[in-house]
């Protein structure tokens, strides 16, 4: 899959979350309305919200978290919405 593909959902599925999600395997995060993030890690537990330095920021509309590395697996939104795409 190229990167273009990854970033507009390519062949694979897709979860709207807006509650926890735990256990899956997302290659791209998209915020669907503004939100908090309280947890995001990655399949090697990683805490990307330290990371990223997404910690207790507000994520707006239309930001995309990619990763280049290991998938994103648990993903708590305490606001708002994203849109996950899976690996």
Same mark, same amino acid.
């Given at each position: 899959?190229?990167? @273009?593909?990854?970033?507009? *959902?390519?062949?694979?599925?897709? /979860?709207?979350?807006?509650?926890?999600? !735990?256990? #899956?395997?997302?290659?791209?995060?998209?915020?669907?309305?503004?939100?908090?993030?309280?947890? @995001?890690?990655?399949?090697? *537990?990683?805490?990307?919200?330290? /990371?990223?330095?997404?910690?207790?920021? !507000?994520? #707006?509309?239309?930001?995309?978290?990619?990763?280049?590395?290991?998938?994103?697996?648990?993903?708590?939104?305490?606001?708002?919405?994203?849109?996950?795409?899976?690996?």
């Amino acid at each position: 899959m190229n990167e @273009l593909e990854k970033i507009t *959902g390519g062949h694979s599925g897709m /979860l709207f979350i807006d509650a926890a999600v !735990t256990d #899956k395997k997302f290659h791209t995060l998209v915020v669907n309305a503004d939100c908090v993030l309280t947890v @995001l890690t990655d399949n090697e *537990g990683v805490n990307l919200l330290t /990371l990223y330095g997404l910690g207790s920021k !507000t994520l #707006k509309a239309g930001m995309i978290i990619n990763t280049n590395g290991s998938p994103i697996k648990n993903v708590t939104p305490s606001s708002g919405s994203l849109i996950g795409y899976n690996a």
